[in-house]
């Protein structure tokens, strides 16, 4: 079987594996419980935070047939095609590289059409913030009389770009960084599946890097896997990272605050 990077193998695949997103998590599942699902909803946040994987985990939710108390199967054909990617009923697009006025107008003549499978159609719109005024405003009329199979989830890391007209007609969540505490719980977890001995100082450094993205958290551990030799250490963390220990920082700055030039030059 070929590699698969850590932040995909442990990307959440239902609500309740989501880490440190509950506030949006816990409302998603009462409004599946209760049928109250929008027809569109605006994930807001930092990279690395959870709004694409809880787009997907929304996406089988709504669309599976076997679902336990709003969470997802897992195990049914809708589930398993979304997870490989290869449903019908679900279109992720990346405004970013598809951010045009013809884009969106192709996208409108598409939500016309029934769901393949399941029972909505949901279309994942990442980095909406993207898209130029004249697609905003073609999505507009979408947003207003949206077809009732039909959900958008859009996501972005810079919620102020989007106009407020598309905010008005969106359930907004944002999302957060996620807190050391949860990073530092996650990456334990992780290095103990994958057998990998790290130190807490290694990993106290890889949180700090990642400034509370989970995503950037498991690609910096990906690369100190493949870079240490053994157990990863702080010494390594700070080589694959180009930073410098808070030993060396301490030495440096008594060095300037004595004129010990010969200490800095030693360092240097």
Not at 81 to 93: K, P, Q
């Given at each position: 079987m070929s590699y698969v990077a850590l932040y995909r193998e442990w990307r959440p695949q239902n609500f309740q594996n989501v880490v440190g997103q509950t506030h949006v998590t816990r409302t998603l599942l009462n409004a599946l419980q209760q049928g109250r699902i929008s027809h569109a909803y605006l994930f807001c946040g930092p990279r690395g935070t959870g709004k694409t994987s809880v787009a997907k985990?929304?996406?089988?939710?709504?669309?599976?047939?076997?679902?336990?108390?709003?969470?997802?199967?897992?195990?049914?054909?809708?589930?398993?095609?979304?997870?490989?990617?290869?449903?019908?009923?679900?279109?992720?697009?990346?405004?970013?590289?598809n951010r045009g006025i013809d884009e969106i107008r192709e996208l409108r003549e598409r939500v016309q059409y029934a769901p393949s499978g399941g029972r909505f159609r949901v279309y994942i719109i990442d980095e909406v913030h993207m898209l130029t005024t004249e697609a905003f405003n073609a999505l507009l009329k979408t947003l207003e009389e949206p077809p009732s199979h039909v959900i958008f989830v859009l996501a972005t890391t810079e919620a102020h770009k989007v106009p407020a007209t598309i905010l008005s007609r969106c359930q907004r969540f944002d999302f957060r960084r996620i807190t050391p505490a949860e990073l530092i719980e996650r990456l334990k977890l992780v290095a103990e599946h994958q057998q990998i001995e790290i130190s807490e100082e290694a990993i106290m450094a890889i949180v700090r890097a990642a400034e509370g993205g989970l995503r950037d958290a498991l690609s910096l551990l990906d690369q100190c896997i493949g870079f240490a030799t053994n157990a990863i250490t702080l010494e390594e963390v700070n080589q694959v990272l180009g930073t410098v220990s808070e030993e060396f920082l301490r030495q440096a700055i008594d060095g300037l605050a004595f004129n010990e030039s010969a200490r800095l030059m030693y360092l240097v």
């Open positions: 985990i929304l996406a089988k939710a709504v669309n599976c047939s076997e679902a336990q108390e709003g969470e997802p199967c897992n195990q049914c054909v809708s589930c398993r095609a979304i997870v490989e990617g290869s449903s019908l009923d679900v279109l992720e697009i990346d405004a970013a590289s």
